[in-house]
């Protein structure tokens, strides 16, 4: 199931797949920087505590 959330006037996309929500974390970069996107993704993978909360 896929659906939106409303953050900040931004649309985050979510899916659900058994029982477990997941968010979109380019959406999420998209709204801080729209032309470098994989940039942010990168440096967010890059933290250790960024992995730990995406596990959570």
């Known amino acids: 199931m896929k ?3 409303q953050v ?3 649309q985050v996309g979510t899916y659900t797949q058994n029982g477990i929500e997941y968010i979109c974390i ?3 970069a998209r709204f801080k920087n729209s032309d470098r996107t994989d940039d942010l993704i990168r ?3 890059r933290n250790r505590n ?5 596990g959570i």
């Open 3 to 5: 659906t939106k959330l």
């Open 8 to 10: 900040l006037d931004q």
């Open 26 to 28: 380019t959406d999420i």
């Open 43 to 45: 440096n967010w993978s």
């Open 50 to 54: 960024a992995t730990e909360f995406l």
